[in-house]
């Protein structure tokens, strides 16, 4: 990685040379946010519901504070600096007064201009306190047509099968291993490693693997690993869904397991489950390096995507999905999005007060921090975040303290928030504009359960004799049978690891991936 980016200089020095002054401005709702993106004035860089972070030309625009005279010089680079309480914001100041200036003190954020050619990479200020503020024009999502007609109010009976694949015990080791590398500080070795292992257990389900590089300001850090499940039917049509990985602390270790192996770890299970079977619409599993020093990776990923015109419905973000503050029994979200992905909200809702009855899931504005929803958000794509409860959240992230046991301490929740991703993005990659509902499964045969250490169930949609053939990735035979009706194959003599299951007669032949544990 480039320590600063060529392609970076070379689009500020083709900026018009009319200087623009960095404006913020507040904002009452989303309505005065939409208004704004309508001046040709304004170049907006940075949206909230309640703020707005621009470049205007040399005009009077209405409520707006001229934070930073002819803006986006080469060695000017901006950050939003979120802070819990005036004691945080002053230490924070004091931490930061010599290699940057303060633009704006707001009531619980700072906006930042700092050299980092000359000083390096800003310290976060807190847990996912830091966003980084880029020269490119921020847009409004267009709404897909899905969302305006869609809603349900009965559970349908495969995604209820794949929730149940869902396993907690594999979520829970995922997040011990990542805990294991100590730290994954994205400048760090072991983010490498983490990063290198994440590629590969992509890679064992089966799904296109792409290691994305981009720029952070100390140099050489983790990539984004990007995977793909690709679409039948609509394949140039996507969902995605994605965590970061990389961890950071401000007292020795960085361990990370709640912030955010926990999150990471639900992207892979669900990747897990949804590697099996063929989706109408694309699929894309995301983990984000760069999200704890200013949301470095997403937003490098996102604002690709918008340059290459990807048709992204929406964006479902993992960040945090093992705490449960000790005494509480009720698994509650805070559902954080900002007005524009007000439909992506309504729809994630819509699916868990249907699939999860019980999961209670409210609106919130986290004032205190940010995470890599904002990203896409910001691209004109429509980003949610699903958060632990705002006001019980684990204490423990970005300390030493933030391990399995102590800080990830409640399995079945993290369960329940990957199971309600799990059925919004299938809902939403199934389903094709004109139809509510999925009335038939995808295949001829269910297979269950999967990944498997013993027997292996297939059940047919009639009783016609059919050939099973398992094969190694090598394409040697390993199993060769035939057999009609409910099916159940003793796996447990196979080695590990990936096999393709044919299913084969005179009217049918579909195959399916196999993982034997």
């Not at 304004?42 to 005009?59: C, G, M, N, P």
């Not at 999905?321 to 992905?341: C, E, H, R």
Request: proline share 4%; glycine share 6%.
């Amino acid at each position: 990685m480039k320590k600063i980016s060529t392609l970076f200089f070379a689009a500020i020095l083709s900026l018009n040379l009319m200087a623009s002054d960095l404006v913020i401005i507040k904002t009452e709702n989303f309505n005065d946010v939409r208004i704004l993106f309508e001046s040709e004035n304004l170049k907006i860089h940075f949206f909230r519901d309640d703020f707005v972070i621009a470049t205007a030309e040399k005009s009077y625009i209405p409520n707006s504070i001229i934070i930073d005279e002819n803006a986006w010089s080469v060695d000017a680079s901006y950050y939003i600096a979120y802070v819990n309480t005036e004691e945080h914001k002053n230490a924070y100041k004091d931490e930061v007064n010599n290699r940057a200036e303060i633009l704006f003190d707001g009531d619980y954020f700072l906006v930042i201009k700092t050299d980092e050619i000359k000083y390096g990479q800003l310290p976060p200020s807190k847990n996912d306190g830091m966003v980084g503020l880029f020269d490119i024009a921020a847009k409004l999502p267009e709404i897909h047509p899905f969302f305006k007609s869609y809603s349900i109010s009965d559970p349908d009976a495969f995604i209820l099968e794949l929730m149940d694949e869902v396993d907690g015990s594999l979520i829970t080791a995922n997040v011990q291993h990542m805990q294991y590398y100590v730290t994954r500080n994205a400048y760090s070795p072991q983010s490498v490693e983490a990063q290198i292992w994440l590629q590969q257990e992509f890679e064992f389900l089966g799904l296109d693997v792409e290691v994305m590089d981009f720029s952070m300001p100390n140099g050489p850090a983790s990539d984004n690993v990007i995977a793909t499940l690709v679409g039948t039917t609509y394949p140039e049509e996507y969902v995605v869904l994605g965590a970061h990985y990389d961890s950071i602390s401000r007292n020795g270790d960085a361990p990370g397991a709640d912030d955010n192996a926990s999150g990471t770890a639900a992207v892979l299970e669900i990747a897990r489950i949804l590697s099996q079977y063929d989706f109408e619409r694309s699929i894309i599993f995301c983990a984000f390096s760069g999200e704890e020093y200013g949301l470095f990776g997403s937003k490098a990923y996102a604002n690709r995507c918008a340059q290459q015109g990807m048709n992204i419905l929406g964006y479902f973000n993992l960040d945090m999905i093992g705490y449960l503050k000790p005494g509480n029994t009720t698994v509650k979200s805070s559902l954080i999005y900002p007005g524009s992905a007000a439909p992506l909200a309504d729809f994630y809702t819509n699916i868990t007060s249907v699939y999860l009855p019980d999961f209670v899931v409210t609106p919130a504005s986290f004032s205190g921090g940010d995470s890599d929803h904002t990203a896409f958000n910001i691209n004109g794509y429509m980003g949610i975040f699903p958060f632990e409860d705002i006001n019980n959240y684990s204490p423990y992230i970005h300390t030493y303290n933030d391990i399995v046991g102590l800080s990830y301490n409640n399995e079945n929740q993290a369960v329940i928030f990957t199971q309600a991703v799990l059925a919004s993005v299938v809902t939403m990659a199934v389903i094709g504009e004109s139809v509510i509902g999925i009335n038939e499964p995808m295949y001829h045969s269910r297979i269950f359960p999967n990944p498997s250490n013993g027997n292996l169930s297939i059940v047919l949609n009639d009783d016609k004799n059919v050939r099973i053939i398992i094969s190694d990735m090598s394409g040697r035979v390993v199993y060769n049978s035939i057999a009609a009706g409910n099916i159940v194959i003793d796996v447990s003599g196979l080695k590990s690891g990936l096999y393709i299951l044919s299913i084969e007669n005179d009217t049918l032949k579909e195959s399916h991936k196999i993982v034997v544990l």
